[in-house]
């Protein structure tokens, strides 16, 4: 279709990215290594880990930076709303 030289055409905007639920990622990455593995490169005792995932706490900022670096998983993500499924949630 020929559209005069002064009409605008629209450009479709991308779709923005779903935000990421920090302890649902960690869950991915646990499922492809162990909580000591993880707990080794964010330089924390593996309950630390644990405590993540069960969202009884946070990653301090090295450890989102280590997280962020090594996995992916955006060291702003662990400051979003959560979703109200756990760990024992996602188990079948």
Known sequence: MNRPPNE??????????APVDA??????????????????R???????VS???AGRCKPNP?????????????SDAWDRPTTKRGPKDLRR
């Open 8 to 17: 605008r055409q629209s450009v479709p905007r991308p779709a923005a990215a």
């Open 42 to 48: 964010c330089r924390v005792d593996p309950s630390r």
């Open 62 to 74: 090295d450890a989102r930076r280590l997280l962020e670096s090594n996995y992916g998983i955006p």
């Open 51 to 53: 405590s993540w995932v």
């Open 23 to 40: 302890r649902l990622e960690l869950l991915g990455v646990l499922q492809k290594t162990t909580g000591r593995d993880v707990a080794a």
